[in-house]
């Protein structure tokens, strides 16, 4: 396959973004594949809709059971289309299959919606690796773009209460070129999706000495330091597991496996914890008694922690963006996901992304700093001829 | 290096363990190294001392600093012999190093005390890399083991409180038949330290799907799948980063890169947690009050997530027993780590995981099930030709 033909179409994006309030930033969302079915979609989109006017959907699906859903919220009407698609990828189709045979599904429409310019930003709860398959062959790898990867929030000790943490399981591997690449989209993403002008990347390994750690990481150490200038970024080299929630960076760099099982990680104790908590205030009258004191402190900390706030992987360096929300995403689940759709359409992110994208491939064929900056331009273009 | 010639006297232990309380159980010490300093280090000490009458110590360091803070500590008298050794290896030192520099240094003396059957397990809180390379040289492999492994506990949500996960960080990677000998190895350890009859063991990945994951991974499934009836345990195949703290499984095998990122994230996930908590309990008057009544189901609460409490990773796969604390271990943390070195001499450990490790070994040469299990024993022989 060929790049840079035929991007979505920007001119449209562009008037929603540059034009807040005169047009709508409209959303594609997969109302089927969700582990609570399209029910709790629906009512995701009437949260957002309640909360923001600049915003409409385009919902894909079986119209037999979409269209009473809808008719029934008076919030959606005029802004929800219903796009009729007959078949649903459910959790347990692999990534291939839905590949050759996705065509006719919610998902493979609501991508097309994005591919089309008629949706800025494509959001889904189904099967994440089918989701990744269709984004590749529907929008397309963009120019100088090895693997795309997904990018999640993470909540921190930084200021803005978030870390941005990539890929988390678009592939299961990384050379140092793509740690490179995930640092610059990861930045481009920090900027964008948690204004910061000049975030802090750090790259995960076992130690923050330079000695350790396997070798593309040490590889991808020096080549992410040397483009630091290029990207608009500052690099903090290593860091290790705790600081994934912490505050020495703003952009954790890792490959998608070990992303993927850390993220999972992470999940599960903090809901081991809060779990815990719960029997800990339920054990004695006097501990009952103080969680009713204790009511709006614990929530805002429930709010902190809770991880349908920060629900939806985006997924980094298509031509398109996409949001992956939980698959067991309830209604707060979906308008979370919902509205990082809405605020990354709205900055205009991916025409931002695949600029950096493009400068910091200049940079490396135009001006080789080292032997590994010209390995990795001719690697990445040695593989996108064949990998698609 | 040869194996099987060695091995620490064994008859010594076994008195230790068969006949409790008729003689002490003896752990040796490292007092240096650790980011606290021997102060804590004793400390520690005297609170294990404290607690349990079976237990005495030979502790390793310099003897002018060791012998003023063990003289005014009345419950190590004539229960802590200190072993001068005028070296200390430090957090920066690399582990070629110390591998080749390291005699003279309190953690080489540590470790030798065990190699000469005069201790039972040694305990340090200095480098890991360090005290895994020395361990390696001074106790060497045990016969059969191509890569010892780091294993640790994980609260979990299991009756017995917590979970094992092993490799946290010996080495960076893994095979398929390091993944089995983890299995074997990890399986052990949660019969002797959690008492489990038949562990559940599952295998770290990015999905439970068999299809899912790394090469070595789907051939590690089988492999252990192969070994469950033999190594005495039940294989649940794959399980993801959210079970790390869960109740699928009580043993987790993962590779030392992986399990040392999940290891970091999950305690700086739940001291993140335990923060927002205290900020939340002083965020107003009344949730201040709450605090004060809730007190007794907070401190349980802490007391079961706090990491200084399932302070000590364990080296297994060696000739002797090794507990590595953590380096910032107060005397709290230290004497934890003491308290899993006690347990494990107790329950004569080494020799049983010794006797496990022989039968997975004789089991796949004698009768070898299929070709991976055929293979696996000619690379484990290859191997402990070359590795040392």
């Not at 709790?40 to 009473?68: C, T, W, Y």
């Not at 330091?225 to 705790?242: I, K, N, R």
């Not at 815990?276 to 004191?293: V, Y």
Request: charged share 25%; hydrophobic share 45%; aromatic share 4%.
């Amino acid at each position: 396959m060929s790049h840079g033909t035929d991007l979505p179409a920007r001119d449209h994006a562009a008037q929603d973004v540059h034009a807040p309030g005169a047009a709508r930033i409209v959303i594609s969302v997969d109302a089927m594949g969700g582990d609570r079915g399209p029910a709790a979609v629906v009512a995701g989109l009437v949260a957002s809709a309640a909360k923001n006017h600049d915003i409409a959907f385009i919902l894909h699906g079986d119209e037999a059971l979409l269209a009473p859903l809808v008719a029934r919220r008076k919030q959606l009407a005029g802004r929800c289309e219903i796009r009729h698609a007959p078949r649903v990828v459910t959790m347990s189709d692999k990534p291939s299959q839905v590949m050759r045979h996705g065509e006719g599904t919610s998902m493979w429409s609501c991508i097309d919606a994005v591919k089309k310019g008629e949706a800025t930003v494509a959001v889904s709860c189904g099967n994440t690796g089918a989701l990744m398959a269709l984004s590749m062959i529907r929008l397309r790898k963009l120019p100088g773009v090895n693997r795309p990867a997904i990018a999640c929030l993470w909540p921190s000790r930084n200021p803005g209460g978030f870390n941005v943490m990539l890929d988390v399981g678009a592939d299961i591997k990384a050379d140092a070129e793509d740690f490179l690449q995930y640092a610059t989209m990861g930045a481009s993403y920090a900027r964008n999706g948690l204004h910061l002008d000049r975030p802090r990347v750090g790259l995960l390994n076992v130690g923050t000495e330079e000695h350790k750690g396997r070798a593309e990481l040490k590889l991808a150490h020096d080549m992410i330091a040397a483009s630091a200038l290029t990207g608009d970024f500052e690099f903090v080299g290593f860091v290790e597991g705790g600081d994934i929630p912490g505050n020495r960076c703003d952009v954790i760099v890792t490959d998608g496996f070990t992303g993927n099982i850390a993220l999972k990680t992470g999940e599960g104790t903090a809901k081991l914890i809060s779990d815990f908590l719960k029997e800990a205030f339920n054990a004695t009258f006097l501990s009952k008694i103080a969680a009713l004191l204790a009511l709006t402190s614990l929530k805002r900390l429930q709010k902190r922690i809770d991880p349908r706030r920060v629900n939806g992987g985006v997924f980094l360096g298509l031509n398109g963006t996409v949001v992956k929300s939980h698959g067991s995403a309830d209604a707060t689940g979906v308008s979370a996901a919902i509205k990082l759709a809405f605020q990354l359409a709205k900055s205009g992110f991916n025409d931002r992304l695949a600029a950096r994208v493009a400068t910091a491939g200049r940079a490396g064929q135009d001006a080789p700093r080292d032997e590994a900056t010209r390995t990795e331009a001719t690697r990445i273009e040695a593989r996108n001829g064949t990998t698609e």
